[in-house]
């Protein structure tokens, strides 16, 4: 039987949520090192080229990746990482960009985690899952549920720290996170439902409706946090 969830083609222009986890459920992210280097990669990926042109950083070899970067195909709109699962939210402009994109992505964040602690064999469980986000409603409630996951967890590492939130707080800024398309419901919103929130934060932190509900596991496997 097919993996349910595993996307088979992609639209021009479609948002979708892309998730995976470890395989046999292991924590794929085990300091903080680790999170900094996939937000790192996250970075040379969808970073514009002339920006990553004008990095200096004898460390990493960035020229390798300038012709695989795909900040012209897609945008990341959210994203967070978690013990042992990530969720990533993107808008691709071209039928391939998310196929390449996280072939690129997975590859390099496995290649980084076997050397660093001596194993072989995949990270992660199958391939990723993938579903079409096809209306708004569904992109913020989405958007919400990806950053609450971080707010709820207890950990050493913050995880916090390795998600999009503080993006959309403005307390950090990147040209490779793409906040503006959601906050920008929350600037003078029509929206029945968004008229008593003032900010996104308010969305995020004190809408009362479990987005879990609202969503209707159209998205997540049921034992998927």
Sequence with gaps: MPARNIVKSYLENGYYHIYNRGVE???????KQDGTVFLHYLKMYLSPIEELKNIV??????????PLNLSKELDLLSFSLMPNHLHLLIKQ???????????????????YFNKKYQRVGPLFQNRYKAVLVDNDNYLLHLSRYIHLNPL??????????????????NKKKA??????????????????DLRDLLSYQS??????????GILENLTLEDDFS
């Design 25 to 31: 459920k292991r924590d794929i992210f085990l300091d």
């Design 57 to 66: 950083n004898p460390e990493f070899r960035i020229n390798r990746f300038i």
């Design 93 to 111: 402009y071209t039928k391939d960009a998310i196929t390449k994109f996280m072939r690129r992505l997975l590859t390099s964040y496995v290649v």
């Design 152 to 169: 709820s967890i207890k950990s050493a590492i913050e995880f916090l720290d390795f998600s999009s939130y503080p993006y959309y707080l």
């Design 175 to 192: 040209s490779w996170v793409k906040p503006g398309e959601i906050s920008s419901y929350f600037k003078s919103s029509q929206r029945q």
């Design 203 to 212: 969305f995020v932190e004190d809408y009362r409706e479990d987005p879990r």
